[in-house]
């Protein structure tokens, strides 16, 4: 079943956003952040539409996604699911996530980590999860299809501000941000659209747009890219 919608959510203010120092390995949220997340655990419209709720495996995510998400977790039955593919871009530290020992040892109680455990290189920065252009650009497509072929019907995933430019596709050929900064607790919401697509692709609702008072309409996310390269709907 296709979800009837994806809110990608940025993380709150880490340690590391406070004088952009990126070698600090896979920081905390700042008191800041905490009270972002709780910010955004009141003002998030869509507690009662969601079914999931996935989390990069680096900390801070982790982290936004357990308060923030708080009223749908509260009943201790869900946790998060920790998702590799979501992981920030670059490979610096604070880019890069910890140990599967770690994360088990500070978040096991709340968050499901068998897709890093199927994914023993999720915290390499190689192969899938190099930092190249290329690279994450497969990865934002893997992930857009294996939220795709979930059966939840809205799924809520907390990311990262660059890499979720390569998850809507609002990068150019190398690599350089379009769209506009996601900022710490920003949320956007998608559906997929068209339906089928082979690159799985998003398009960002009417309401989204509206809330982020961005310019211009809701749009098929990539569909420009695709037609360049010959792609047709299927």
């Not at 880019?95 to 023993?120: M, V, W």
């Not at 990262?160 to 390569?166: S, W």
């Not at 697509?197 to 310019?215: G, K, P």
Request: proline letters at 6%; aromatic letters at 8%.
């Amino acid at each position: 079943m296709t979800p009837r919608a994806v809110h990608f959510i940025r993380h709150a203010q880490g340690y590391h956003n406070i004088d952009n120092d990126q070698t600090i390995p896979d920081p905390d949220l700042t008191p800041k952040g905490i009270k972002q997340c709780e910010h955004l655990a009141q003002t998030f419209p869509y507690f009662d539409r969601i079914n999931l709720v996935c989390a990069s495996p680096i900390r801070r995510a982790i982290q936004t996604a357990q308060t923030s998400m708080s009223p749908f977790l509260q009943s201790g039955q869900k946790k998060i699911l920790a998702l590799p593919l979501a992981q920030e871009a670059p490979a610096e530290p604070a880019n890069t996530p910890s140990g599967i020992k770690r994360l088990q040892d500070e978040y096991g109680a709340i968050a499901d980590f068998s897709r890093c455990l199927e994914l023993s290189d999720y915290d390499s920065k190689t192969g899938t999860f190099a930092p190249d252009n290329r690279s994450l650009e497969g990865r934002a497509q893997a992930l857009r299809r294996f939220l795709r072929d979930r059966e939840e019907e809205e799924i809520v995933v907390v990311s990262h501000g660059q890499f979720l430019h390569y998850v809507s596709r609002d990068v150019d050929e190398e690599g350089r941000q379009l769209g506009g900064d996601w900022e710490n607790t920003e949320f956007r919401s998608y559906v997929f659209e068209p339906v089928g697509h082979v690159d799985a692709l998003l398009r960002e609702t009417e309401e989204s747009v509206e809330r982020r008072r961005a310019s211009g309409p809701g749009h098929s996310v990539g569909s420009k890219e695709a037609e360049k390269r010959g792609e047709a709907d299927v």
